[in-house]
């Protein structure tokens, strides 16, 4: 069975930078699209990003795009979100997920099959 391990929440100012990895380990999710979604206090796990395994396409939320870019090293098996700009809004737990999923439907938790257990960004104003 296949794990994902976040890191690289934190706390930050409004308009500073954080770069968020998500490692798999136990299996190597080939041919899986990875996503990143969030969820803050009070609210349900909404999407962010997410990448095909090729890295040749990538989708974003509305509320993240021009700011976070996605990107994945399938030899090192990891992901990556780089979010910069960042604002109060974007305070939540960072998940990322693994799936074989349409890519071009919207996606949703559901269409993932794994899941980390979460990483804490906080943006202070």
């Known amino acids: 069975q296949g794990q994902l391990v976040e890191s690289g929440g934190g706390l930050v100012q409004a308009g500073g930078s954080l770069r968020l990895s998500c490692a798999a380990s136990?299996?190597?999710?080939?041919?899986?699209?990875m996503g990143w979604f969030r969820q803050a206090p009070g609210k349900e796990r909404e999407f962010v990003a997410a990448?095909?395994?090729?890295?040749?396409?990538?989708k974003y939320a509305d509320s993240v795009k021009g700011r976070f870019t996605i990107s994945r090293d399938n030899a090192k098996n990891t992901a990556y979100l780089q979010m910069n700009s960042l604002k109060p809004e974007d305070t939540a737990a960072y998940y990322c997920?693994?799936?074989?999923?349409?890519?071009?439907?919207?996606?949703?938790?559901?269409?993932?099959?794994?899941w980390g257990q979460g990483t804490q960004v906080t943006v202070s104003s």
């Open positions: 990448i095909t395994w090729s890295g040749g396409s990538t």
């Open positions: 997920a693994a799936g074989r999923v349409v890519f071009t439907a919207t996606l949703t938790p559901s269409n993932f099959l794994a």
């Open positions: 136990g299996r190597t999710f080939i041919g899986y699209v």
